[in-house]
């Protein structure tokens, strides 16, 4: 995901449903040791249930993204595509 001039980032529906966060829900970005982490803020449901949910849906994703045979930051490299804006040789 990319973020936003205003620093807005777009939620995946599926992990939005999944933690019930919907319009006027508001969420939390912790700092953790690998990036971020993002919780739902919910009355019904506590942090570490949040993040037992995320996990599990994080879980049920992976290896469903076929790289081509390409390594991770192959990957990211094709992604991006050229950058102009950086005087590489």
Do not use: C, H
């Amino acid at each position: 995901m990319r973020v936003t001039t205003k620093g807005q980032v777009t939620i995946p529906k599926e992990i939005r449903d999944r933690l019930g966060i919907g319009p006027g829900s508001e969420v939390e970005f912790l700092p953790t040791d690998d990036g971020v982490r993002v919780v739902a803020v919910n009355e019904n449901i506590s942090e570490e249930e949040a993040s037992r949910s995320f996990s599990r849906l994080l879980d049920q994703m992976a290896g469903t993204l076929d790289l081509g045979g390409m390594a991770a930051d192959e990957y990211i490299e094709w992604l991006r595509g050229p950058r102009e804006d950086l005087d590489i040789d």
